[in-house]
């Protein structure tokens, strides 16, 4: 995914995607007040004050408050943190059931209004650097948590919501098939060049991914390099091609599989955009 800018920061994973330290290098960094030898969780730390900062700047609305934190990625949740943006308000609305404040419909136009807000905020040279000792007590916490191993075991948990929606489907995929797959995690090789492993046949190139590490395992043995992506990650960045499709749990002897084509990539990802307009 590209890196992204003050006005991108709530999109994906938001401000807990993988590579968010690599902000260092761009604009955002010198805007935020972050250093170019900062550690990862010092990066990580100082956006989650600043992003707070700004949220509580442009509104006094503790519900619309509660939903930025969401849309952005701002708390420490396992559940929360590896859904796409998407996937924080469908949860958001499911956590506060009859909550009007809190219904998808509602929530999904509160980052395209206040985004524009925040980086407002943000270029007006209101925000100061993020107090030292908050730094220090956020980066602790967020280091804590992964010396322990905690996002580490989230990486395997299988995702049996997708398989359940995938059984049994024919192709054309179905819409709510789709949707759970932009929510999900995905595992899919790298090879040692860390580029993706992709596999061409008559049709078209495909890149072959399952729904848990272990069926991966199951496919390309041990020791075969692997990294995780949510779906909707997936699909924007295959989509970018014209010529790659993408199959999940290809070797799956139950049904449990979905074969997307370049032009099936391409279509959700024309709704995706049309959705964050």
């Given at each position: 995914?590209?890196?992204?800018?003050?006005?991108?920061?709530?999109?994906?994973?938001?401000?807990?995607?993988?590579?968010?330290?690599?902000?260092?290098?761009?604009?955002?960094?010198?805007?935020?007040?972050?250093?170019?030898?900062?550690?990862?969780?010092?990066?990580?730390?100082?956006?989650?004050?600043?992003?707070?900062?700004?949220?509580?700047?442009?509104?006094?609305?503790?519900?619309?408050?509660?939903?930025?934190?969401?849309?952005?990625?701002?708390?420490?949740?396992?559940?929360?943190?590896?859904?796409?943006?998407?996937?924080?308000?469908?949860?958001?609305?499911?956590?506060?059931?009859?909550?009007?404040?809190?219904?998808?419909?509602?929530?999904?136009?509160?980052?395209?209004?206040?985004?524009?807000?925040?980086?407002?905020?943000?270029?007006?040279?209101?925000?100061?650097?993020?107090?030292?000792?908050?730094?220090?007590?956020?980066?602790?916490?967020?280091?804590?948590?992964?010396?322990?191993?905690?996002?580490?075991?989230?990486?395997?948990?299988?995702?049996?919501?997708?398989?359940?929606?995938?059984?049994?489907?024919?192709?054309?995929?179905?819409?709510?098939?789709?949707?759970?797959?932009?929510?999900?995690?995905?595992?899919?090789?790298?090879?040692?060049?860390?580029?993706?492993?992709?596999?061409?046949?008559?049709?078209?190139?495909r890149l072959l991914a399952f729904t848990t590490a272990e069926q991966?395992?199951?496919?390309?043995?041990?020791?075969?390099?692997?990294?995780?992506?949510?779906?909707?990650?997936?699909?924007?960045?295959?989509?970018?091609?014209?010529?790659?499709?993408?199959?999940?749990?290809?070797?799956?002897?139950?049904?449990?599989?979905?074969?997307?084509?370049?032009?099936?990539?391409?279509?959700?990802?024309?709704?995706?955009?049309?959705?964050?307009?």
């Amino acid at each position: 995914m590209p890196l992204p800018d003050e006005s991108s920061l709530h999109k994906g994973l938001g401000v807990r995607r993988p590579d968010i330290a690599d902000v260092r290098e761009t604009p955002l960094a010198n805007l935020l007040h972050i250093g170019r030898d900062d550690e990862r969780v010092v990066v990580l730390a100082k956006l989650l004050w600043q992003v707070g900062a700004a949220i509580e700047g442009v509104t006094a609305d503790a519900d619309k408050q509660k939903a930025l934190t969401c849309a952005y990625n701002l708390p420490w949740d396992p559940q929360l943190n590896r859904l796409d943006l998407g996937g924080r308000l469908r949860l958001l609305e499911q956590r506060c059931p009859g909550v009007r404040g809190f219904r998808e419909n509602t929530t999904n136009k509160l980052p395209s209004i206040y985004v524009k807000r925040i980086c407002a905020y943000w270029r007006s040279g209101k925000n100061k650097p993020a107090p030292a000792a908050e730094v220090e007590r956020i980066a602790a916490e967020e280091r804590e948590r992964a010396e322990s191993g905690v996002d580490d075991a989230l990486l395997v948990i299988p995702s049996i919501s997708l398989e359940e929606r995938m059984r049994n489907v024919n192709c054309p995929p179905t819409a709510e098939v789709e949707r759970v797959l932009l929510r999900s995690p995905l595992f899919f090789e790298i090879s040692d060049s860390d580029h993706v492993v992709t596999l061409r046949n008559d049709e078209c190139e495909r890149l072959l991914a399952f729904t848990t590490a272990e069926q991966f395992a199951g496919y390309a043995g041990p020791g075969r390099g692997f990294v995780e992506a949510m779906g909707r990650e997936v699909v924007e960045q295959l989509a970018a091609f014209d010529w790659i499709g993408l199959a999940v749990n290809p070797t799956a002897e139950d049904q449990t599989y979905l074969n997307l084509s370049p032009f099936d990539l391409a279509r959700i990802r024309r709704q995706l955009q049309t959705e964050e307009v």
